[in-house]
């Protein structure tokens, strides 16, 4: 994980475009209102696994990055888990970063 990814992920949280937390997270994989996942490294196997099956589902990117820690800190919040990416831009931007 590179700091130019986290302070990227900071904007979007700044603009209002991110979810974060189990279920907003999943209900707006239902509604098929996200254009990208971000599950922490250090999530739980089940975690990991639900989430996986669902974005596959729903057809939604995810990506395993960092850890809770660092994805809490780059969007100004205590760790985070599960984070959603509501914007196209963001997400394919993003997408981009972590796919270096």
């Known amino acids: 994980m590179n700091d130019s990814f986290h302070s990227f992920l900071g904007l979007a949280a700044r603009a209002g475009k991110l ?9 707006e994989i239902r509604n098929q209102s996200l254009h990208l996942v971000i599950v922490a490294g250090d999530a739980s196997p089940n975690t990991r696994k639900k989430f996986k099956d669902k974005s596959s589902y729903y057809q939604v990117p995810l990506f395993i990055a960092g ?23 963001f997400a394919k931007k993003l997408i981009s970063m972590l796919d270096n």
């Not at 850890?67 to 914007?87: E, M, P, Q, Y």
């Open 67 to 89: 850890d809770r820690d660092s994805l809490g800190h780059a969007i100004g919040k205590n760790s985070r888990v599960i984070i959603g990416v509501t914007d196209k831009g």
């Open 19 to 27: 979810k974060t937390g189990e279920e907003t997270v999943l209900k």
